[in-house]
């Protein structure tokens, strides 16, 4: 069975950095597309970034501080996070879409993790 899990939240201070890693099992995702998503309490899911073959695309709150990356040897991607906000709160989810591109909508995602917290502080 396929699964995702997330790791490498924490609570930092405003301005510093934490790299999440999704590591991928049960089959080979390196086909696929692969995102991160995020959502703050009260608020809706929303996209942060995604990577495929083609690249990786952001949501223009974190161009510029985040970079994600993948490596498909291991199956496994990462986000790395710099110069953290206190709005970039929330739990984080890594997510795969079989349609292979770099996707910002969430319906086409087929696989999930099941989430790991990111507190920044001011």
């Known amino acids: 069975q396929a699964q995702l899990v997330e790791s490498g939240g924490g609570l930092v201070q405003a301005g510093n950095s934490l790299r999440l890693s999704c590591a991928a099992s049960g089959r080979t995702f390196s086909g696929y597309g692969m995102g991160w998503f995020r959502q703050a309490p009260g608020k809706e899911r929303e996209f942060v970034a995604a990577?495929?073959?083609?690249?990786?695309i952001y949501a223009d709150s974190v161009k510029g501080r985040f970079t994600i990356s993948r490596d498909n040897a291991k199956n496994a991607v990462y986000l790395q996070m710099n110069s953290l906000k206190p709005e970039d709160t929330a739990v984080y989810y890594c997510?795969?879409?079989?349609?292979?591109?770099?996707?910002?909508?969430?319906?086409?995602?087929?696989?999930w993790g099941q989430g790991t917290q990111v507190t920044v502080s001011s």
């Open positions: 990577i495929s073959w083609s690249g990786g």
């Open positions: 997510a795969a879409t079989a349609y292979g591109t770099s996707s910002r909508n969430a319906n086409e995602y087929t696989f």
